[in-house]
């Protein structure tokens, strides 16, 4: 799940609630979480991906994945004034 949404992370991409099923064979599929299909997001960052897996599995395995923007921090303003020396 890591790599899938590690591209997301550079960009710094919006809340995201979604599914992701790792099937038999290395196929990942992706779906919103809303009962119709259409609810939901699945951001850009995530389909962009080879949507394939390595882990050996004999049935199917649904993942909640929650994104959430990463905080910023602001850079600590630089003084103008210089400092006295000690």
């Known amino acids: 799940m890591r790599r899938l949404t590690e591209p997301c992370h550079a960009v710094n991409a919006p809340a995201a609630d979604f599914l992701a099923t790792l099937v038999p064979g290395g196929h990942i599929e992706i779906a919103s979480r809303g009962k119709e299909g259409a609810e939901g997001v699945v951001p850009v960052c995530v389909v962009k991906n080879r ?4 882990v050996a599995l004999k049935q199917r395995c649904t993942f909640s994945v929650k994104l959430e923007p ?11 004034t210089p400092s006295p020396p000690p």
């Open 70 to 80: 990463a905080a910023t921090v602001a850079p600590a303003a630089a003084s103008s």
């Open 51 to 54: 949507l394939t897996h390595s």
